[in-house]
């Protein structure tokens, strides 16, 4: 039998496309799941190993979505071949039942991480590379000291800016944002 096993990493992406293509390969049983693949324990990849009997065989899109690293999946497999189920890769066209296909997926194995070593590896010179020219990465802050200042004095304000809500909106800053820099008790001692 065809178990499929479908992963997103993020709550905002859709497995949908990975669920079609695992039910147009014949998968009898999906198992999705929306989780980053560097998280050890995912429950419904457990699940679908638990399912699976002798003779069945693991479905997934893509490599990565099975593991993000090459010892994960490694292991994986060879968890899957002592328990004589096979695993096919829908995209990379690797199937483990013949000998070519456990030799591909070895080498698309070390090429998945490979590739996620270089990136990590780029992302980080980069990171590096921005803090020595003086750069931090990130958003900019919305509370800039202007922005301080002027809140301070409309606050003192209370004619011009009876409400709260007309300092936040003349700053366009959101109602976190400010509360953040001017909690109740400060602003109590500023409307004095």
């Not at 993020?10 to 497995?15: E, I």
């Not at 293509?21 to 989780?35: M, Q, R, S, V």
């Not at 593991?67 to 995209?91: F, M, P, Q, Y």
């Not at 456990?102 to 080498?107: D, I, N, T, V």
Request: hydrophobic share 35%; glycine share 6%.
């Amino acid at each position: 039998m065809l178990i499929g096993y479908a992963r997103v990493s993020t709550l905002d992406k859709n497995p949908q496309h990975q669920i079609d293509d695992l039910n147009e390969a014949g998968c009898k049983n999906i198992f999705t799941e929306k989780i980053s693949g560097t998280v050890k324990q995912r429950p419904q990849l457990q699940e679908a190993l638990n399912y699976m009997r002798e003779g069945d065989t693991l479905v997934v899109w893509k490599l990565s979505r099975l593991a993000r690293s090459l010892t994960h999946v490694i292991n994986t497999v060879k968890d899957l071949e002592v328990r004589n189920i096979g695993l096919k890769v829908i995209t990379q066209n690797i199937d483990t039942s013949t000998p070519e296909g456990r030799l591909f997926f070895h080498m698309n194995a070390a090429f998945d991480q490979f590739q996620r070593e270089i990136i990590v590896e780029n992302t980080r010179a980069g990171l590096k590379s921005a803090r020595k020219n003086g750069r931090i990465g990130g958003r900019p802050p919305l509370m800039t000291d202007q922005k301080l200042r002027n809140a301070q004095s409309m606050l003192k304000d209370k004619e011009n800016y009876p409400f709260i809500s007309d300092i936040i909106k003349t700053l366009d800053i959101g109602r976190t944002t400010f509360y953040r820099h001017f909690p109740p008790e400060v602003i109590q001692k500023l409307r004095l």
